[in-house]
């Protein structure tokens, strides 16, 4: 069991700072902007009831600042702001430890700032602690669009027990991507490219993609997981995810925002779905292995790529349901006085 | 965007590496007393650039003919890279006549007209003047581009967000480059700049801004190919701050006490083997190759070093000659 009202913070200080803000309109989240978004999470925490956040750290600046203004002269309305103390490797790595570090300590939730890559690295260490994401990266399809206060309030809910995480984190699918020494984890979706470089990562030119394996596929996102949704809609909770053959004779075309700002008309040769628990053989002989949307590895002739779905992701807060069962038990609501429905009078 | 051509920027770090090794050598080989910078082979400060070479390599891979860059007080790399002449340079280096201002600027100043390529030592002040020579490509309608190269250190300068702000608004070919290698001297970023990322500053002057990581020269060959694509369209300027390693010290015969445990693993993150070992994995390069491509810019690198030694000093009589612009 968790401690009551403790509620972990991950904010990755190198979000958004990809090549997508040249290859297309991706969006400027500075680190003072990140920043602000956690002082708002703390906000919404207090405001139910959190005593407690443990922040990682990272040399981005982020946690220096956040210790600033949680030591500093100016009184908040914040939880006590602790932070996971540990030599920093400035990569995923310390994202890892930072989650393992804040499971060991109890949270009842996890606040996650990140794209869908750092949401991925924050699934690989945190068990069965819900996680609450607030997209900060380029082109993500994981995390839905919350005010980070109101994230803050339902990630609250849920780590006080003031809400119960089963109606409100369904657990996610992933994608499991094995070549040899190479094993990644998707929540979104795997491409596989005919890039030969793994270079600066990002994955925006859809003619260089031969096949996708998506988790869900839903309509209003944007990157490779959109192709799919105009298909076949796949939702979170379906206990299937989708794989797409691109290419011609093609047995439709789908216009989708593969990035943002940036349109794509993909010819699609096969699609079907994909059972939970099944393991499908990417086809393509060589090329680049994408993992939500970044380069990950190539691979050549030789090297068998499989690709597994299940159901074995992070309990992922749906911040839309939570505030909805919020405000349908009254759980934020105080009655003043006797309830009455107010009468609009008109007078002549 | 050109092709990705792996053999040719393996080659082109390795003669970099090659030649700052040497000049290294040469630097400290004659200097007698160690403390007078004004002594030996080779007069004045000395700034070497090992470790940064993926970035000058590949942003220089996307360059062409007639492009120009300002490059800082740390400049060999991007001036071998842009196809500045090795003898030429050299021979500035080391004071001689035959050097590219004829002896009087020495390895902070290499000026070479023909490739568009100088430097100086005064932090930041190659940002506007890759600004005005963005806006004369601009203005006689060429597709030419602007490359004007500082330290992370010089994003702090005033000059840089001035020249930012003119670049934008005139939306000039200009790429702005700075080299983050953690250190600006002996001050870590932390200590003197309110940005985490000077990427994001870039934001504040509406162009695009990009960080790459892990000083991987494919990484930053894309990246600077779509930003050079990009400005040669009309497009405008753009920002990319490559995460970078400053291998030794700022300048040769700095003991670096600043720097504590970030020295402890230096070798393992030297970009040049690392480089290597990707491509023999992927059957690009053979152990013959690297043997050969070494010893062929160690004899490239010996010639100039040559060169230069035996090309005679400016008189006292030239000392008033050149001196002025």
Same mark, same amino acid.
């Given at each position: 069991?968790?401690?009551?009202?403790?509620?972990?913070?991950?904010?990755?200080?190198?979000?958004?700072?990809?090549?997508?803000?040249?290859?297309? *309109?991706?969006?400027?989240? =500075?680190?003072?902007?990140?920043?602000?978004?956690?002082?708002?999470?703390?906000?919404?925490?207090?405001?139910?009831?959190?005593?407690?956040?443990?922040?990682?750290?990272?040399?981005?600046?982020?946690?220096?600042?956040?210790?600033?203004?949680?030591?500093?002269?100016?009184?908040?309305? /914040?939880?006590?702001?602790?932070?996971?103390?540990?030599?920093?490797?400035?990569?995923?790595?310390? =994202?890892?430890?930072?989650?393992?570090?804040?499971?060991?300590?109890?949270?009842?939730?996890?606040?996650?700032?990140?794209?869908?890559?750092?949401?991925?690295?924050?699934?690989?260490?945190?068990?069965?602690?819900?996680?609450?994401?607030?997209?900060?990266?380029?082109?993500?399809?994981?995390?839905?669009?919350?005010?980070?206060?109101?994230?803050?309030?339902?990630?609250?809910?849920?780590?006080?027990?003031?809400?119960?995480?089963?109606?409100?984190?369904?657990?996610?699918?992933?994608?499991?991507?094995?070549?040899?020494?190479?094993?990644?984890?998707?929540?979104?979706?795997?491409?596989?490219?005919?890039?030969?470089?793994?270079?600066?990562?990002?994955? /925006?030119?859809?003619?260089?993609?031969?096949?996708?394996?998506?988790?869900?596929?839903?309509?209003?996102?944007?990157?490779?997981?959109?192709?799919?949704?105009?298909?076949? =809609?796949?939702?979170?909770?379906?206990?299937?995810?989708?794989?797409?053959?691109?290419?011609?004779?093609?047995?439709?075309?789908?216009?989708?925002?593969?990035?943002?700002?940036?349109?794509?008309?993909?010819?699609?040769?096969?699609?079907?779905?994909?059972?939970?628990?099944?393991?499908?053989?990417?086809?393509?002989?060589?090329?680049?292995?994408?993992?939500?949307?970044?380069?990950?590895?190539?691979?050549?002739?030789?090297?068998?790529?499989?690709?597994?779905?299940?159901? *074995?992701?992070?309990?992922?807060?749906?911040?839309?349901?939570?505030?909805?069962?919020?405000?349908?038990?009254?759980?934020?609501?105080?009655?003043?006085?006797?309830?009455?429905?107010?009468?609009?009078?008109?007078?002549? | 965007?050109?092709?990705?051509?792996?053999?040719?920027?393996?080659?082109?770090?390795?003669?970099?590496?090659?030649?700052?090794?040497? @000049?290294?050598?040469?630097?400290?080989?004659?200097?007698?007393?160690? &403390?007078?910078?004004?002594?030996?082979?080779?007069?004045?400060?000395?700034?070497?650039?090992?470790?940064?070479?993926?970035?000058?390599?590949?942003?220089?891979?996307?360059?062409?003919?007639?492009?120009?860059?300002?490059?800082?007080?740390?400049?060999?790399?991007?001036?071998?890279?842009?196809?500045?002449?090795?003898?030429?340079?050299?021979?500035?280096?080391?004071?001689?006549?035959?050097?590219?201002?004829?002896?009087?600027?020495?390895?902070?100043?290499?000026?070479?007209?023909?490739?568009?390529?100088?430097?100086?030592?005064?932090?930041?002040?190659?940002?506007?003047?890759?600004?005005?020579?963005?806006?004369?490509?601009?203005?006689?309608?060429?597709?030419?581009?602007?490359?004007?190269?500082?330290?992370?250190?010089?994003?702090?300068?005033?000059?840089?967000?001035?020249?930012?702000?003119?670049?934008?608004? &005139?939306?000039?070919?200009?790429?702005?480059?700075?080299?983050?290698?953690?250190?600006?001297?002996?001050?870590?970023?932390?200590?003197?700049?309110?940005?985490?990322?000077?990427?994001?500053?870039?934001?504040?002057?509406?162009?695009?801004?990009?960080? @790459?990581?892990?000083?991987?020269?494919?990484?930053?060959?894309?990246?600077?190919?779509?930003? @050079?694509?990009?400005?040669?369209?009309?497009?405008?300027?753009?920002?990319?701050? @490559?995460?970078?390693?400053?291998?030794?010290?700022?300048?040769?015969?700095?003991?670096?006490?600043?720097?504590?445990?970030?020295?402890?693993?230096?070798?393992?993150?030297?970009?040049?083997?690392?480089?290597?070992?990707?491509?023999?994995?992927?059957?690009?390069?053979?152990?013959?190759?690297?043997?050969?491509?070494?010893?062929?810019?160690?004899?490239?690198?010996?010639?100039?070093?040559?060169?230069?030694?035996?090309?005679?000093?400016?008189?006292?009589?030239?000392?008033?000659?050149?001196?002025?612009?």
């Amino acid at each position: 069991m968790h401690d009551v009202g403790v509620v972990g913070i991950v904010a990755n200080p190198s979000s958004a700072r990809d090549i997508r803000r040249l290859v297309a *309109d991706g969006a400027f989240v =500075t680190t003072n902007d990140k920043i602000n978004m956690v002082k708002r999470v703390l906000t919404g925490l207090h405001s139910v009831g959190v005593d407690r956040a443990i922040s990682m750290t990272d040399l981005g600046g982020i946690s220096a600042a956040l210790a600033d203004l949680a030591n500093g002269p100016t009184s908040r309305a /914040w939880p006590r702001v602790d932070f996971v103390d540990r030599d920093l490797s400035q990569s995923a790595a310390d =994202t890892t430890a930072a989650v393992e570090a804040m499971v060991a300590a109890g949270v009842g939730a996890i606040v996650v700032l990140g794209g869908d890559g750092t949401n991925g690295v924050v699934a690989s260490a945190c068990g069965d602690v819900p996680i609450a994401s607030i997209s900060t990266g380029t082109n993500n399809a994981f995390p839905r669009s919350a005010e980070p206060t109101v994230v803050g309030i339902a990630a609250g809910l849920v780590a006080t027990g003031l809400l119960d995480a089963d109606e409100v984190a369904a657990r996610s699918k992933t994608l499991t991507v094995l070549s040899g020494r190479h094993r990644h984890r998707a929540l979104v979706d795997v491409a596989i490219t005919t890039h030969d470089t793994v270079a600066s990562g990002a994955v /925006w030119d859809s003619s260089t993609v031969r096949e996708v394996f998506l988790c869900f596929a839903e309509p209003d996102r944007i990157g490779l997981s959109s192709i799919g949704a105009h298909l076949r =809609t796949v939702r979170r909770a379906d206990p299937v995810g989708l794989y797409l053959r691109l290419g011609t004779p093609a047995v439709a075309a789908v216009r989708v925002p593969l990035g943002p700002g940036l349109m794509a008309d993909v010819d699609v040769a096969e699609f079907a779905e994909i059972p939970l628990g099944s393991t499908l053989t990417v086809r393509t002989p060589s090329g680049v292995v994408a993992v939500d949307g970044e380069r990950a590895f190539r691979f050549g002739p030789s090297d068998a790529v499989t690709v597994s779905l299940a159901a *074995d992701g992070p309990r992922a807060i749906d911040v839309e349901r939570a505030m909805e069962l919020a405000s349908a038990r009254g759980v934020l609501t105080r009655t003043v006085g006797r309830p009455q429905q107010h009468q609009i009078s008109h007078q002549q | 965007m050109n092709p990705l051509n792996r053999l040719d920027l393996y080659k082109q770090m390795v003669r970099i590496r090659q030649y700052e090794s040497r @000049i290294l050598q040469e630097y400290h080989a004659d200097k007698k007393p160690a &403390w007078d910078i004004g002594a030996g082979l080779i007069p004045g400060e000395m700034h070497l650039s090992a470790g940064q070479e993926p970035s000058a390599v590949g942003v220089c891979a996307n360059l062409k003919q007639g492009d120009a860059i300002t490059a800082p007080h740390r400049p060999h790399h991007f001036a071998l890279a842009h196809g500045v002449d090795m003898n030429a340079m050299t021979a500035e280096i080391y004071g001689r006549d035959t050097g590219l201002c004829r002896g009087k600027g020495g390895h902070m100043h290499l000026f070479d007209p023909e490739n568009h390529f100088s430097c100086s030592g005064i932090i930041a002040q190659g940002y506007p003047v890759a600004c005005g020579q963005a806006m004369a490509f601009k203005r006689k309608g060429t597709d030419h581009v602007a490359v004007a190269v500082a330290g992370e250190g010089a994003a702090n300068q005033g000059a840089f967000h001035e020249s930012l702000n003119l670049a934008s608004l &005139w939306k000039l070919p200009v790429i702005f480059v700075i080299e983050d290698n953690d250190w600006a001297i002996s001050v870590p970023r932390s200590h003197s700049t309110a940005n985490a990322s000077n990427a994001d500053r870039a934001s504040g002057y509406g162009m695009p801004g990009v960080r @790459i990581e892990n000083n991987d020269v494919e990484a930053v060959f894309e990246a600077a190919g779509v930003a @050079i694509d990009r400005a040669r369209a009309g497009g405008g300027p753009s920002l990319i701050e @490559i995460h970078t390693l400053r291998l030794w010290g700022h300048f040769e015969g700095d003991a670096q006490a600043y720097r504590g445990a970030d020295l402890d693993t230096l070798d393992a993150r030297d970009p040049i083997p690392l480089y290597a070992a990707t491509l023999a994995e992927i059957g690009d390069l053979s152990m013959d190759q690297v043997a050969s491509i070494a010893a062929d810019a160690a004899a490239e690198v010996d010639a100039a070093i040559t060169f230069a030694t035996s090309s005679p000093f400016p008189t006292a009589d030239d000392a008033l000659l050149h001196v002025f612009a």
